[in-house]
T-cell receptor, first 112, second 115 residues
């Protein structure tokens, strides 16, 4: 079982709608979680970090963390064609082991 | 100027050749990482370094070696390249003193093809 799992997609969402991306993790020690956006052939770009249970909002992006369910999600409101990319979920422990473990990513396509 | 740079950006080589990929950063971060990315497998950690004197193997270090020449420079070598090392390679940096745990920032990547 992979430590960080994502639905590979593709996920297609109409322009202007809410895109919802999900991620589960198996290591209960994981404390910090990250969402990266990666355009085809480009490097991952950090868009959200979350450490506490609940929601964290930044512009059109909201990250949600539920440690009891070992579940992290990313909501993108008012989806734009420029949001079409692969979204990578990553987790790390704050207890000395600070390597990131990545999911394989979800490919998101925004349909104009 | 980019904070994390990688050279070369693209490289085609032949089986058995020695290849070096270089990473430089101006972010002042102590921690540097090398990943490879393959379709369907995601990003996998090859080596990481928490400072100049601290180098550690990641999950897929076989066939690779690294050198941390300075705080700002971290090189990845393939001693004898083989076709299954064809992949996209990324360097990343992080600063544990920034207040955020291990946010990593990536370079532009090197696309390596081994024939």
């Amino acid at each position: 079982q992979k430590e960080v799992e994502q639905n590979s997609g593709p996920l297609s969402v109409p322009e202007g709608a809410i895109a919802s991306l999900n991620c589960t993790y198996s290591d209960r020690v994981s404390q910090s979680f990250f969402w990266y956006r990666q355009y085809s052939g480009k490097s991952p770009e950090l868009i959200m970090s979350i450490y506490s249970n609940g929601d964290k909002e930044d512009g059109r992006f909201t990250a949600q963390l539920n440690k009891a369910s070992q579940y992290v999600s990313l909501l993108i409101r008012d989806s734009q064609p420029s949001d079409s990319a692969t979204y990578l979920c990553a987790a790390t422990s704050n207890f000395g082991n600070e390597k990131l473990t990545f999911g394989t990513g979800t490919r998101l396509t925004i349909i104009p | 100027d980019a904070d994390v740079t990688q050279t070369p950006r693209n490289r085609i080589t032949k089986t058995g050749k020695r290849i070096m990929l270089e990473c430089s950063q101006t972010k002042g971060h102590d921690r540097m990482y090398w990943y490879r990315q393959d379709p369907g497998l995601g990003l996998r950690l090859i080596y990481y370094s928490f400072d100049v004197k601290d180098i550690n193997k990641g999950e897929i270090s076989d066939g690779y070696s690294v050198s941390r020449q300075a705080q700002a420079k971290f090189s990845l070598s393939l001693e004898s390249a083989i076709p299954n090392q064809t992949a996209l390679y990324f360097c990343a940096t992080s600063d544990p003193t920034s207040g955020f745990y291990n946010e990593q920032f990536f370079g532009p990547g090197t696309r390596l093809t081994v024939l």
